[in-house]
């Protein structure tokens, strides 16, 4: 295999190994949101077909080019971005990395020859269900919002199926296609076997103390971590842990803040997101569709601070549905400096509450999401082949 590149230490590994297994691309990312699930529907794969041979492609320079070989799976970059809406002069050469993109992906379908094609969102994942599906491969995509994106409703008039986390997306999606399955999450966090207490430890803090874990998404949120920082000192006096998780721009800010305070952990992104959620009472998070899949599984009382430049605003029409099933509090972004910690300092000290939220997001969870969805791509290609 001359050429093929893999961004993980994998150069010049043949593909192939296992002769008569299926071979499958999973495609995308960019956060967290994206890679985790690919993650998850990549395990689901093996565990159901363990020969299967999986290839993840995403975008040189982002977060799934650590992360995907992290988890054991060979990754390949392509030269890749998405429309810069800050900056338009960035965007000049977008159109020449994006075709630069597809001859990529046709060096890599050539040599990697996959007979499925799975799409979960982020730059990546257009080129290559695009070319899968020029070429007769069958394509899958994951939806996780509850409102599709461009490129996934563009792809999804081809697609063989489209899997959805939220009801009602036939205005997305032709309707024959589309197959509920909720959103894949991380096998550590389905089955955390973290006690609270080895959970603070794994943080440093005090199992005697309420915690609160404040996470913005993998690459952090602005509102969040300044509302925190303004009123930071009212953590201590009102008896409350912080697991800060800060994103990367606000780490050294945090880290500064909270750097003689022992009832505080700051980190830039939290790895053992496991020991995170075993160990935190109360919680502080985004709106984000794998945010609140992962929260309904964990069963943590939740204040939501949705991203309002998401499209369609739809992190905000989310959170306002999981406050009419009264499984999680809202504070708009905009009024996090105002209002955000002392929501949170409301609902640590009220127990009642507390428990209501957690039994009524526990009862929204989807555990098997990913084994739904291997499910029916390795059935689709044992019809094929």
């Not at 063989?160 to 509920?180: C, H, L, N, S």
Request: aromatic share 8%; glycine share 10%; charged share 20%.
């Amino acid at each position: 295999m001359d050429g093929l590149v893999q961004d993980n230490d994998h150069k010049g590994a043949a593909f192939h190994g296992n002769v008569g297994a299926h071979r499958v691309i999973i495609a995308g990312g960019g956060t967290g949101g994206h890679i985790f699930p690919a993650i998850a529907i990549a395990n689901a794969l093996k565990r159901l077909e363990p020969g299967i041979e999986i290839l993840f492609v995403g975008a040189r320079g982002k977060m799934e080019m650590e992360k995907v070989p992290e988890a054991g799976y060979k990754i390949v970059g392509l030269d890749i971005a998405g429309f810069n809406r800050s900056s338009l002069i960035k965007n000049i050469g977008l159109p020449f990395k994006l075709l630069k993109s597809f001859f990529q992906v046709r060096k890599i379908m050539k040599e990697f020859k996959p007979q499925a094609a799975i799409g979960v969102g982020g730059y990546s994942s257009f080129p290559v269900l695009r070319l899968a599906m020029q070429t007769g491969i069958p394509g899958f995509i994951h939806e996780s919002n509850s409102f599709a994106g461009k490129s996934n409703i563009l792809l999804g008039k081809r697609a063989t199926r489209i899997f959805v986390a939220a009801r009602g997306m036939k205005k997305f999606f032709p309707e024959q296609k589309i197959m509920f399955t909720g959103n894949p999450i991380r096998a550590d966090i389905a089955n955390i076997r973290v006690g609270r207490e080895e959970g603070l430890r794994f943080f440093g803090l005090d199992p005697a103390l309420k915690t609160v874990l404040a996470m913005g998404g993998s690459l952090g949120a602005k509102s969040i971590n300044e509302a925190i920082a303004a009123h930071i000192e009212e953590f201590g006096q009102n008896n409350l842990q912080l697991i800060w998780q800060t994103g990367r721009m606000f780490f050294e800010k945090a880290q500064q803040l909270s750097s003689s305070r022992k009832n505080i952990w700051t980190g830039s992104f939290i790895t053992g997101m496991e020991y995170a959620f075993a160990g935190a009472d109360l919680v502080i998070s985004r709106a984000g569709a794998m945010a609140i899949a992962e929260l309904c599984v964990v069963k943590k009382p939740v204040v939501f601070v949705p991203y309002p430049f998401a499209a369609e605003d739809h992190q905000t029409v989310t959170a306002q549905y999981m406050v009419q099933q009264n499984a999680g509090l809202l504070v708009k972004d905009n009024e996090a400096g105002e209002k955000l910690v002392k929501t949170v300092i409301d609902l640590a000290k009220d127990e009642n509450r507390q428990n209501e939220l957690k039994k009524n997001i526990g009862a929204l969870a989807i555990t098997d999401a990913d084994n739904k969805i291997a499910s029916e791509v390795l059935r689709v290609l044992n019809a094929i082949h």
